[in-house]
Structures are given as structure tokens and as C-alpha cells.
């Protein structure tokens, strides 16, 4: 059932309604230097693999294989289930893991911090990638990047 013509649609909404095609651009990465925190490692930071979002159309299998032909080893993930879902991936963890990509899934709830604990954890293992010289990737969905 559509809603009347007189009710808006939350500007949120993912939409199931409108067949877009996916994008064909390559997924961007930005390598942010971490010279400032002695360290000779680059951090990357991109939007979110197979991302499906407003006016973001992103090709789950596309991104990923453009993701392991660029040596990413380790990709950080702060998006909760729920959220994956949202953005039409929900198993997009799993995808990484049958490919090879370690995945640091720490889930943070949109426009929330998390505690101390938290922070320590991801930390640490972001400071363990980068102290072994392994290829490092934070994700966020690409609204956060613009």
C-alpha cells in the first residue's frame, strides 16, 4: 500500500520502490598519512562497499573485489547490523571474510560514541594493522564522507 501523495517520505528511507542501477564508478579511497603520530603507515578511509542509500548505488561485489585488488588486508567497520541492512548489505561482513579481508566489526549506533572500553579496543587493534604493515581500511556509509 502507498501512502497518500500528501504524506511525505522520511528523507532516510531507503527506497525499495525505484530500480536505480548501480554505479560504475570505482570506489574512492582516501589514504590519510599518519606521519604526525610517528607512524609511516596510511590509514584509508572510503564509503561503505555496496552501499544502496538515497542517491547511492554502490555494487557490493564490484567494490569488494576493487577493495582486495588494492591489497586491503584489514577494513574497519563501525555500522551496526541494523544498519548494514539499511544500506542493503547485510551480509557484507561475510563477504569480506570469504574473501580474505579481516574484519573489525564494531558497531556504533548512528550519531552515538562509543564508551572508553570501546575506544581502547579499536585502538588497539588499529594500532596492531598498522604496526605490522598491513593494509588498513575504515568504512563509513558515504553520507559521513561527503
Known amino acids: 500500500m502507498k501512502p497518500p501523495s500528501s504524506i511525505q517520505t522520511s528523507e532516510f ?3 525499495d520502490e525505484e530500480p536505480i542501477e ?3 564508478t570505482p570506489i574512492h579511497i582516501s589514504w590519510l598519512s599518519l ?3 610517528n607512524c609511516s603507515q596510511f590509514l584509508g578511509l572510503c564509503a561503505l562497499s555496496g552501499c544502496k542509500f538515497k542517491d547511492v548505488r554502490r555494487n ?3 567494490d569488494t573485489e576493487e577493495l582486495k585488488s588494492c591489497g586491503i588486508q584489514d577494513i574497519f567497520v563501525f555500522c551496526t547490523r541494523g544498519e548494514l ?3 542493503r ?15 573489525h566489526h564494531h558497531p556504533i549506533a548512528d550519531g552515538g560514541t562509543p564508551d572508553i572500553a570501546s575506544c581502547c579496543e579499536i585502538m588497539e587493534e588499529l594500532t596492531t594493522c598498522l604496526k605490522n604493515y598491513r593494509k588498513t581500511l575504515i568504512q563509513a556509509f558515504e553520507g559521513v564522507l561527503r
Open 35 to 37: 606521519s604526525r603520530v
Open 60 to 62: 557490493v561485489q564490484k
Open 85 to 87: 541492512s539499511k544500506y
Open 13 to 15: 528511507d531507503s527506497s
Open 22 to 24: 548501480d554505479e560504475q
Open 89 to 103: 548489505v547485510p551480509n557484507l561482513l561475510d563477504l569480506y571474510q570469504q574473501c580474505g579481508i579481516i574484519t
